[in-house]
């Protein structure tokens, strides 16, 4: 049987697991409230403070993907996509993030794809330089240098 001290440490090990991380919060905190500052100086934020921001943020995310997971199972579907997420923004009434958050998932979309074709030409690159090289007729001789000379394994 469970006694409420084991009770509460398993407790606590779940809030630990579903933790935003804290250096995360405090940063986006501290960024946005600089933003919002008019003297734009540093802001200080108290431990406690963080701590209500980080749940809150935690709570939102829940009940924000609660709410998408739901609109996928309308769907007949098991991921959630991006449209679902946007759904459940306005089904929550928050239906002000939808642009931004559609902008920001295309600016995301648009890098990645970038960065996916720079490593795509890089890999290329490389395949066309560590190709052997071919002898005065079009073809490599196997095992062989450019010449023609047989190579033994380990030279």
């Known amino acids: 049987m469970e006694t409420p001290k084991t009770a509460a440490v398993g407790e606590k090990v779940v809030a630990d697991a579903e933790e935003l991380p804290k250096a995360i919060v405090r940063r986006l905190v501290k960024d946005k409230l600089s933003q919002l500052s008019l003297d734009?100086?540093?802001?200080?934020?108290?431990?406690?403070?963080?701590?209500?921001?980080?749940?809150?943020?935690?709570?939102?995310?829940?009940?924000?993907?609660a709410t998408a997971n739901?609109?996928?199972?309308?769907?007949?579907?098991?991921?959630?996509?991006?449209?679902?997420?946007?759904?459940?923004?306005?089904?929550?009434?928050f239906p002000e993030f939808v642009a931004s958050l559609r902008a920001s998932l295309e600016e995301f979309k648009q890098k990645n794809a970038k960065r996916k074709s720079d490593s795509s030409k890089a890999k290329e690159a490389k395949k066309s330089k560590t190709e052997e090289p071919a002898t005065e007729n079009g073809e490599a001789h196997e095992n062989g240098d450019e010449d023609g000379n047989t190579i033994a394994d380990g030279e």
Do not use: M, P, W
Request: with cysteine.
């Open 40 to 65: 734009g100086g540093d802001i200080q934020v108290q431990k406690d403070s963080l701590s209500a921001f980080s749940e809150s943020a935690r709570i939102f995310i829940h009940y924000l993907s």
């Open 70 to 93: 739901d609109i996928c199972k309308e769907s007949k579907r098991q991921t959630i996509n991006a449209e679902d997420v946007f759904k459940a923004l306005e089904e929550i009434e």
